[in-house]
């Protein structure tokens, strides 16, 4: 398959994504709130972009660990969280453009990106993407 005639991810594909990490050896719990609804494809694109992102971070730094993944669907924003509860990285390990990424594609969209250690231990990550409600 030509990887430029596929479709961009969205979180419609979020099940795979979710269980390529399992299948990695991350348990990961999801959780799925509020009523689906389209996402502009940007959007859809930035948020699937993100879980990947935590995830595989919690992959490769906080092993072993668990994951939970949260995503809200509302009115005007999409919420995202992405939580482990993995040892903490050590620092300098890893080069940090994954963070740096998950920033710029944040801002593009004028949202909000919270990104880092849980006082309890592991990680979290928080995104919340504006979205134009659809006018019915």
């Given amino acids: 398959v030509n990887a430029a005639l ?3 991810p969205g979180l419609a594909r979020l099940d795979v994504l979710v269980e390529q990490a399992r299948k990695a050896g991350l348990p990961i719990e999801l959780t799925l709130e509020g009523e689906r609804h389209v996402l502009p494809p940007g959007v859809d694109l930035t948020a699937f972009r ?8 919690a992959l490769k730094h906080a092993r072993p660990a668990r994951a939970q993944v949260t995503i809200r669907y509302g009115r ?4 995202l969280e992405i ?3 993995g040892r903490r990285a050590r620092t300098g ?13 944040v801002a593009l969209y004028s949202g909000e990106l919270e990104a880092g250690p849980r006082k309890r ?8 993407l504006p979205v134009e409600a659809e006018s019915a």
């Fill in 121 to 128: 231990g592991g990680y979290a990550v928080r995104a919340r």
């Fill in 50 to 57: 993100i879980v990947q992102e935590a995830l595989t971070n």
């Fill in 83 to 85: 939580t482990n509860d």
């Fill in 76 to 79: 005007e924003a999409l919420d």
């Fill in 93 to 105: 390990e890893g080069t940090g453009h994954g963070l740096v990424g998950m920033r710029e594609r």
């Fill in 6 to 8: 596929a479709p961009q």
